[in-house]
């Protein structure tokens, strides 16, 4: 949360140190910025290795703790999840098993991983995709009114919700907005088994089942854009084309409008990019307590064992999710801010 | 020629009564924000009461074996904040939860800043292909989603407060480390160390002597801001279930509370109190933490 205090600056900071490469730069541009994605996702794919099959020594002890089980199904296990083979034949084998979209059996669920993650992810993007949405419009809408408008009672009284929802933990939220609820919203999954199959009917139950989970994963994100949307416009204010505007006689709505706002803009919607992690972190939490059946409930659901595959695959698509919001936040950046273009 | 003690002790003495001064500077501006002093107070109240816990309440009221009280009761006389499910009182439960969750938060906020700082410095200080690689492994740290690596890690290992504290310190160090490295590229940047360069200081000497003193402050503010983070990350993984079952924190008592059906019950005295602690202490470290920055920030000032 402390990004939205200090992290305003980085984009620009980052261009700048980097010394852009003059000449045909978009295509360099592109060049670099997928070649530095790529090399995270080896990162990604490296540290996937090193959580599940190096630091637990050995993952089948891990995955059977506090249950009884005997050697011979151990060894059953193990050779199944391939870790009684050495190191380096294990990391061959996982790398291996990636290309091929491969990424291992659940022990839980007893069905490959890759048709699970597969199975949850589009619950987890209609959830997140929306609340991210609806924060964005509430976000800069309450942010921009808040800073132009700054120490007003609306102000106070928005910066102060928002700081408020910040502090909150999301599923404590969640936990809240259900008791507050019942009976009015239902309280988990996302659709009643006894719906008519047609798609309008299904459309509306998954929408019933959506308002709540998307209300708490809602609240914590818009907060955080309010205040960076905040901060960058109250940057602007006392910049010297905001008098050029006035004194031109410009209604104070177009001022704002017109040229204040967009030039705040710029760093919000590249932290809206790269804050997606926080927003998936939310996520997990929100589908947990509402057993929205996404990618986080999959996570809840395979710490239990702890299911190492699965939570080995879970972080793998959400690890690799954020890089690619980062590249396009990046590439969006670049299309948004005619400074970073021309160098 | 070598200085004698008492030349030493001149220098000493005038860099601290320096120190000294600067940190009352600090304490006049920090005062003159409201919203930062409400913060500060709160925290010392709820720290104090944390600490205190053992004086002013019976532990062994917290053990199943010694309650008598019915399970989920709503608020009474007995029980200011009702019964959780086994009949423990709520206010004890999260009186001590609070050290719980206060523990953790400080240690992985230490140690976030710790690792941050120390990576931030050093990748400022020596520059070249070491600050390359290392800004690259803070940059994707950065940006991967802290919870979920949180669990991962507390997943692998074995479950109990150290794990908590490790899973969420090494998750959460690259905002501190990029704060850290601004700053020391900007006090090295300065005359003063070229001058204390060409008297024959040592990399120890310049980091120790000059770089620390004057990013410490800052990353200060910083670790505020991440203690309520830390507070927060804790709770969500201990309401996940990763966390230290035998001393449930203010996130563990709402996993307990949850998953005992405390939810459609309406058990509404179980799930408030945990929470509204959570979010006191957090808003409090917000508050003292903005206080901060600003203060420490000229940039800032007039803007809050």
């Known amino acids: ?343 | 020629m070598t200085p004698t003690t008492d030349e030493t002790r001149g220098v000493r003495a005038i860099t601290w009564a320096r120190r000294k001064q600067a940190t009352a500077g600090v304490w006049r501006e920090f005062a003159r924000d409201r919203g930062g002093l409400i913060g500060l107070g709160g925290l010392v109240l709820i720290v104090l009461l944390a600490l205190l816990a053992p004086v002013l309440t019976d532990e062994t009221a917290l053990e199943v074996t010694n309650t008598t009280a019915q399970p989920r009761q709503p608020p009474s006389a007995q029980a200011w904040l009702g019964t959780d499910r086994d009949g423990i009182s709520v206010l004890l439960l999260v009186w001590w939860g609070a050290r719980v969750s206060l523990l953790i938060g400080f240690s992985a906020a230490l140690l976030s800043v710790f690792i941050g700082t120390a990576v931030g410095i050093l990748a400022a200080h020596f520059g070249g292909w070491l600050s390359t690689t290392l800004m690259r492994f803070t940059d994707f740290f950065l940006v991967l989603p802290t919870l979920v690596l949180a669990i991962a890690l507390s997943a692998v290992l074995p479950r109990g407060i150290g794990t908590i504290v490790l899973a969420i310190g090494v998750a959460s160090w690259p905002t501190t480390a990029r704060l850290a490295r601004a700053q020391t590229l900007t006090i090295e940047a300065r005359p003063y160390i070229e001058r204390a360069k060409a008297l024959g200081a040592g990399h120890r000497h310049v980091i120790g002597k000059h770089v620390l003193p004057a990013v410490l402050p800052l990353v200060f503010a910083h670790t505020t801001l991440v203690v309520a983070n830390s507070i927060i990350a804790e709770s969500t993984l201990s309401f996940l279930g990763v966390g230290d079952p035998s001393r449930p924190s203010w996130g563990g008592i709402l996993q307990a509370a949850f998953n005992s059906g405390a939810v459609s019950q309406g058990a509404w005295w179980y799930l408030l109190p945990p929470g509204i602690g959570i979010v006191i202490v957090v808003l409090c470290f917000t508050l003292c933490g903005r206080a901060l920055e600003t203060v420490l920030n000229p940039r800032l000032r007039g803007q809050r």
């Open chain 1, 1 to 343: 949360m402390s990004d939205v205090l200090t992290g305003i600056e980085q984009p620009a900071d980052e261009e700048a140190a980097r010394g852009a490469p003059r000449g045909s730069g978009a295509v360099r541009f592109l060049l670099g910025k997928l070649g530095s994605a790529l090399l995270s996702l080896a990162l990604v794919v490296v540290l996937g290795f090193l959580l599940f099959r190096m630091i637990p020594g050995d993952p089948v002890v891990t995955m059977t703790r506090g249950r009884p089980v005997s050697p011979e199904q151990l060894a059953e296990l193990r050779e199944r999840l391939g870790v009684d083979k050495p190191m380096w034949q294990q990391f061959v084998d996982y790398i291996g098993g990636l290309l091929r979209g491969d990424l291992g059996t659940s022990y839980l669920f007893q069905r490959p991983v890759a048709d699970l993650l597969t199975e949850r992810l589009g619950p987890t993007l209609l959830l997140v995709g929306t609340a991210t949405l609806l924060a964005i419009v509430l976000g800069l809408w309450f942010g921009i009114r808040s800073a132009w408008r700054r120490n007003s009672r609306f102000d106070k009284v928005s910066t102060g919700t928002a700081l408020t929802l910040w502090s909150m933990p999301q599923f404590w939220l969640g936990l809240l907005l259900l008791i507050a609820f019942a009976g009015v919203f239902p309280s988990g999954g996302m659709r009643y088994s006894d719906t008519p199959p047609d798609v309008f009917s299904q459309t509306l139950d998954v929408a019933y089942h959506l308002v709540l989970p998307c209300l708490t994963l809602t609240a914590a994100v818009y907060a955080q854009y309010l205040l960076v949307m905040r901060s960058s416009l109250l940057e602007e204010m006392n910049a010297e084309y905001l008098t050029t505007a006035r004194a031109k006689g410009l209604r104070d709505d177009l001022v704002r409008r017109r040229h204040a706002v967009p030039n705040a803009l710029l760093p919000t919607v590249t932290l809206v990019f790269l804050q997606f992690g926080m927003v998936l972190n939310g996520a997990v939490a929100v589908e947990t307590v509402y057993s929205w059946p996404g990618l986080g409930l999959l996570t809840y659901e395979a710490l239990s064992g702890p299911d190492l595959p699965v939570l080995q695959g879970a972080f793998l698509v959400l690890a690799a999710a954020v890089i690619l919001m980062n590249v396009l936040a990046d590439l969006l950046y670049r299309v948004l801010d005619p400074r970073v273009r021309a160098t």
